[in-house]
């Protein structure tokens, strides 16, 4: 079984299976015959054809399982948790919507705020027919540059 080795090859081995032993007393293989053979029916058709076959029988859908009854109580309660669920989910969009518009309302001010105060400020600031200097009113006198007019 076992071959020498050589430096180059490993160790040959062989396995021989085992085989099963057969069972003693086997029953013989008998063939059944059915209960009852079904009647052999003939059908004559318009033009004088005959069919012949097995009558089947129509294959019987199978029963729907009835539901079992549901409580209306059971039902108002899921309907009102649901509606109540949508009008709190309604209310907080709400809340959120009239936030979003007061911060809108109050970036619009500010900015109305800043362009009229800046429209203001261009309006003291700007050469408006006196340039340079200031101007002083005493006695219907007008002293402008330390130059006096009368």
Same mark, same amino acid.
Request: charged share 5%.
């Given at each position: 079984?076992?071959?020498?080795?050589?430096?180059?090859?490993?160790?040959?081995?062989?396995?021989?299976?085992?085989?099963?032993?057969?069972?003693?007393?086997?029953?013989?293989?008998?063939?059944?015959?059915?209960?009852?053979?079904?009647?052999?029916?003939?059908?004559?058709?318009?033009?004088?054809?005959?069919?012949?076959?097995?009558?089947?029988?129509?294959?019987?859908?199978?029963?729907?399982?009835?539901?079992?009854? +549901? #409580?209306?109580?059971?039902?108002? +309660?899921?309907?009102?948790?649901?509606?109540?669920?949508? +009008?709190?989910?309604?209310?907080? *969009?709400?809340? #959120?919507?009239?936030?979003?518009?007061?911060?809108?309302?109050?970036? *619009?001010?500010?900015?109305?705020? +800043?362009?009229?105060?800046?429209?203001?400020?261009?309006?003291?600031? #700007?050469? #408006?027919?006196?340039?340079?200097?200031?101007?002083?009113?005493?006695?219907?006198?007008?002293?402008?540059?330390?130059?006096?007019?009368?």
């Amino acid at each position: 079984m076992n071959e020498p080795t050589t430096p180059h090859t490993a160790p040959l081995v062989v396995h021989h299976p085992t085989p099963i032993t057969p069972a003693i007393h086997a029953a013989p293989v008998v063939p059944v015959q059915p209960g009852h053979i079904p009647a052999v029916a003939s059908v004559v058709l318009p033009d004088g054809r005959v069919v012949t076959g097995y009558a089947v029988a129509p294959a019987q859908p199978e029963p729907v399982a009835a539901k079992p009854a +549901v #409580s209306r109580t059971a039902v108002n +309660v899921a309907l009102g948790g649901v509606g109540f669920l949508a +009008v709190c989910g309604g209310l907080l *969009l709400l809340t #959120s919507f009239i936030a979003a518009l007061t911060a809108f309302i109050g970036q *619009l001010i500010i900015l109305a705020a +800043v362009i009229f105060g800046g429209w203001i400020a261009v309006q003291v600031f #700007s050469a #408006s027919g006196h340039h340079g200097g200031t101007t002083v009113n005493i006695r219907k006198a007008v002293i402008k540059r330390n130059h006096f007019h009368g």
